[in-house]
């Protein structure tokens, strides 16, 4: 098949247009006539990642966050992403991502199943199709009232992840609870807005959360990595079902830090 036939495939789900103004998805290297027998997918097109995709005989990479996101001036050997472009390129391997579209049309509801949230409306709307309103998030009640240090371990058994960092009161109870998988400190306000009392997310900052926890909101960073692999494995279900004779591989979970 083809990396045009397989974008078409991606993209009558994952339309590009649902993307944020300032992100970069699509084909980001390589040629829309490349034949394509078998994909790679992963979070990040980090080293590593690349390296196991070559090692592997992909033919092409599919991640969930872009490895270029503004403009490139120069793509040489003497800096981490240009080596990385040029290593993909030399091996003819297309590299295509889907970030912001696929967490407007997938990953919010997504995440939100992984913890059995009931009710559900998105968080921060960004788009109506159909008179379905689509977005960043999804706020909605637990199965029932939990005391939020449970409410953390069940976060870390739902997404298979060690540890996470709690903002609040651990023996307060949370019913309402929003989620937003990646960095969730613009939704902060929308979460508040909607009565959500406890909002989990990732990369949030210490004033973030104590501002949060003020307000009467706990906040459990996941972790960018801890929330978003969800991702790759969804993706590899997703490719596996819809293009028949091509092998998806997934790469597996590996969190960029430890906690030691």
């Given at each position: 098949?083809l990396?045009k ?12 247009e ?213 991702f ?13 004779g ?15």
């Open positions: 098949m990396c036939d397989i974008m078409a495939v991606i993209e009558d789900s994952y339309a590009r649902y993307a944020m103004e300032w992100d970069n998805v699509g084909l980001l290297v390589g040629r829309t006539d490349k034949e394509i027998r078998r994909i790679y997918v992963a979070l990040d097109a980090v080293d590593e990642v690349i390296i196991e995709a070559v090692n592997l005989e992909a033919d092409m990479l599919v991640t969930h966050h872009p490895l270029i996101f503004g403009g490139m001036k120069q793509i040489t050997n003497q800096d981490f992403i240009g080596r990385r472009v040029l290593l993909m390129a030399r091996r003819d391997m297309a590299y295509y991502a889907m970030h912001t579209n696929y967490d407007v049309v997938r990953m919010a509801q997504l995440s939100a199943d992984y913890l059995k949230l009931k009710e559900q409306e998105v968080l921060e709307v960004t788009c109506e199709e159909a008179g379905q309103e689509k977005g960043l998030g999804q706020i909605g009640y637990l199965e029932e009232p939990v005391s939020l240090k449970a409410c953390c371990e069940g976060v870390k058994k739902a997404f298979s992840i060690e540890a996470v960092r709690v903002f609040g009161d651990l023996h307060r109870t949370v019913r309402k609870a929003a989620i937003c998988p990646g960095s969730g400190k613009s939704v902060i306000r929308d979460a508040l807005r909607k009565g959500a009392d406890v909002l989990i997310t990732g990369d949030i900052g210490h004033h973030e959360g104590i501002d949060a926890a003020a307000q009467g909101m706990a906040v459990i960073d996941a972790g960018h990595y801890g929330l978003e692999h969800i790759v494995e969804d993706m590899r279900q997703y490719l596996t079902k819809k293009l028949a091509v092998e998806v591989i997934a790469a597996p979970v590996r969190h960029p830090y430890m906690n030691i």
